[in-house]
Every structure is written in C-alpha cells, then in structure tokens.
C-alpha cells in the first residue's frame, strides 16, 4: 500500500521535472532562434549602409567635377564615410550600448553630412541634367529608404528578443543560456522622415 | 527662454510629424481608387491586365489612389500599404505597389524584394519621370497609370513564372470547401427535393469560389479581386512629383 503511494509520488516528480525540462528547452531554442533572427536583420541593416558607403566615392566624383568650390560639403561627407568605415558591429556586439552608440551616431553623421552635399549642389543647374548625377541621386535616395526600412525590421526583431527574455520565466532560462538585451535604433530628430534630398 | 520655446514647438511640430500616421487601407482590387478620378470601366480595364499579368506571371502589381497623407512621407505609406496587403508571392516577393497621392501631387512605385533586380531604383525613376508625370500633369490620370503599368510591365515580365496553374491563392488542399460540399450535399439529399435548386445555386457559387477566388457572386462580372500572396518588401522603388 505504502509502495504505490510513494511509486504514484515519483511519478509525479518525474513527470513534472520531464516537463520542466522540456519547457525549457523549447524556450531556449526559441530564444536562439530569435537569437539568428536579430543577427538577420543586423546583416540587412548592415548591408544598406554599406550600399551607401559604396555609392559615395561616386558621388563625390561627380560633385567635385561640377562644383568644385563646394570643398568643404565634400571633405566632410569623405571624413564621415571614413569614420563609419572604422566602426564594425558584429551581432555579438548588439548588447553593448556604447558601441552600438557609437555606430549609429557615426552612420548618422555621414547621413546628415550627405544631406547637407545634396542641399549644396542644389545651386548647380549643370548637375542637375548631369545623368548620372541624376542616377546617384535616385540610387541614393533608394537607400536612405532601405536603410530605414531596415532598421524598423531590426528594431521590430529586437523588441520580440528583448520581450522574450525579459519576461519572467523565460528571463530564467535566458540568464542561464546568458543571453542579454540587445540595443535598438533611436529615431535622432528627423531621422524618421528620410533625409531631404529633393531637386 | 527664447530658445526653449522655440524647441518645444520644433518639438511638438516633430511629434505631430511622426504619429500623424495615415490610414491604411486594405486592397480588394487591384486597383483601388479612393478618389473617383476613374471611371467605373477605367477601373475594370486596369484590374483586368494586371489579373491577366498575375495569372501568367505571379506578379502582383497594385494600384492605390489616395487623396492626401498630409506631411506624411510617402515612403512609409507605401512601404505600410505593401507590406500590409501582403502583395507579391511568398518566396518570390514579386509585388509592385503604385501609390497616387492626388492632393499631395506624389507618386510611389514601390517594389518588392524579388523584383528589385528586374525594377531597379533609377527604371521606376525613369518610368515616374517620363512615362507616367506628363499624362499627370494633363490631368490625365488614367493615361498616366496605364503608361505606367505598361512599362512596370514591360520591365517586370520575364522575371517570374506563374507555376501554380489556377489556384494561386490556396496554401495547400481546399479542405474547407470540400467539406462545405459534402455538408450541402448531406443537407439537401435529405431534405429530399425542397429547397433542390437554391441549394444546386449555393453549391454553384461555393465552387467558383473555390476554384479561382475571383468570382464575387450572382451574375457579377466583378474582375480583379486581389488577395495577397504575402510577399516582402525592403523599401525598394522611387517617388515622384507632378
């Protein structure tokens, strides 16, 4: 009699930790699913600014050739570039604030100095037929519009991880498998609209 | 002092800027005009193509006329209404969305993921610039819009294959509608012969239905119904002025 009530309560221990177990197995294959998704959606983001980064030495070429008094807006759309060049996030690094800071304000820069480069060679009707200074200007504008598509995608992902761990049971599992808040993307004032870089 | 309100306005202009987010409407057609600048068989010429088009291609495009979204940028707006309305295929991301903005005096032609190869930045540029914003400019509008999709559809046409033969809007076997058959058959063989010919008339309809996802009802000649296929877009396209 005595044996079946303690067969009956192992049991029940080993049903409950089987249980136990398994829940958190599948959260924590969750999270590192989720895990993949962020890096996903970082190499997207990445793969826009690097777009841009490419189109520069184009453009600059271009603008150089027309306006060539308009050093200063210039210089310093080639020295944003340069900075953003230093900088390289790897998702690994996506929960570090500083360093994502540091990216974002470095790509926000080059973004501002373009803008100004654009709104300068406003002056210059000459650019404005130049074909292919028409291109750039398109293939430009295209990217400042991935880039923001992008990073709304990243942000939406990392909201998702960030809920996921920070939640209370699955904060559990996310602190064993040391899993930490990734950073997201702040909007900098203007920088929902995309830059103005109309003619 | 001076300085501090002026930020606060900036500031609450900026707000006003950002959450102002217009509606987004919900595409049933393939081409939606919530302006009545066309005319009833513009429309039905335009759903027709593009129907025809995604038959033999999977190629969605879809054509949305709007009257304003005040300061909002239509980047956004469109990149919303796409992604929203799920227009393109899954796996292929062939859709094209061609947003008019009638008031603001803007254009979109946003293309999908899948197509960015085919429609790059600097064609929808070209097609805004020199095929569609003349015909604007005349108040032409559905001269404009054909002038586009032609020329959307010109670029557009070799990419994709249509591989599903009909069917294009199931994931998998209509087991709903096949249960909704035998439950009508069940129902009307006993109720013996009353009812017989409504019921021959329900089983008629559910069947279109099923079969092709375009048939609307009794008699109507309604093309165009658009459902989405739930393809991607990463802000590819161009925008333009008139």
Redesign the interface.
């Given at each position: 009699m005595k044996n079946k009530g303690l067969l009956i309560g192992l049991g029940i221990v080993v049903i409950l930790i089987f249980s136990v177990v398994s829940w958190a197995v599948s959260t924590y294959n969750g999270i590192v699913s989720l895990d993949e998704s962020v890096a996903t959606a970082w190499s997207q983001v990445e793969n826009q600014y690097q777009r841009r980064a490419d189109l520069i030495p184009n453009l600059v070429n271009t603008v150089k050739g027309v306006a060539n008094f308009e050093k200063e807006t210039y210089t310093a759309v080639a020295e944003a570039r340069s900075k953003v060049n230093e900088i390289k996030l790897t998702p690994q690094m996506l929960s570090n604030p500083q360093t994502f800071k540091q990216f974002q304000s470095a790509q926000d820069n080059l973004g501002s100095a373009l803008s100004r480069l654009l709104v300068t060679v406003e002056k210059y009707p000459e650019l404005k037929a130049n074909e292919n200074f028409l291109q750039l200007q398109t293939q430009l504008e295209g990217t400042e519009n991935r880039i923001s598509v992008e990073r709304m995608n990243f942000n939406e992902i990392v909201r998702q991880f960030n809920t996921t761990i920070r939640k209370f049971p699955g904060s559990l599992v996310a602190g064993f498998g040391g899993f930490s808040e990734k950073q997201y993307f702040e909007a900098a004032a203007g920088s929902e609209k995309v830059p103005e870089v109309k003619f | 002092m001076k300085k501090l309100i002026l930020t606060l306005v900036f500031a609450i202009l900026?707000s006003n800027?950002?959450f102002a987010q217009p509606y987004i409407p919900t595409l049933e057609r393939y081409c939606t005009d919530r302006t009545n600048t066309l005319t009833k068989s513009e429309i039905a010429n335009i759903n027709r193509i593009l129907q025809q088009f995604e038959d033999s291609t999977s190629t969605q495009i879809a054509v949305l006329f709007e009257y304003t979204i005040d300061n909002y940028?239509i980047?956004?707006f469109a990149?919303q209404v796409a992604k929203q309305n799920n227009i393109g295929q899954k796996g292929k991301n062939n859709g094209i969305l061609f947003v008019i903005l009638k008031k603001d005096r803007k254009m979109r032609i946003e293309v999908g993921y899948g197509l960015e190869g085919a429609l790059p930045?600097?064609l929808a540029?070209s097609i805004i610039r020199n095929d569609v914003k003349p015909h604007f400019k005349n108040l032409n509008f559905y001269d404009g819009v054909m002038a586009g999709i032609t020329s959307i559809i010109a670029a557009t046409k070799g990419e994709y294959k249509q591989d599903k033969s009909r069917s294009k809007n199931e994931d998998g076997f209509p087991w709903g509608t096949i249960l909704f058959i035998i439950f009508f058959i069940i129902f009307f063989m006993g109720k013996g012969g009353r009812g017989n010919g409504l019921g021959m008339l329900w089983l008629g309809s559910a069947l279109s239905n099923g079969s092709g996802g375009r048939s609307s009802g009794f008699g109507d000649s309604d093309f165009g119904g658009f459902s989405g296929g739930g393809g991607s877009?990463?802000?590819?396209?161009?925008?333009g002025s008139w």
């Open positions: - | 900026l800027l950002t940028p980047e956004s990149y930045d600097a540029s877009f990463g802000g590819g396209g161009a925008s």
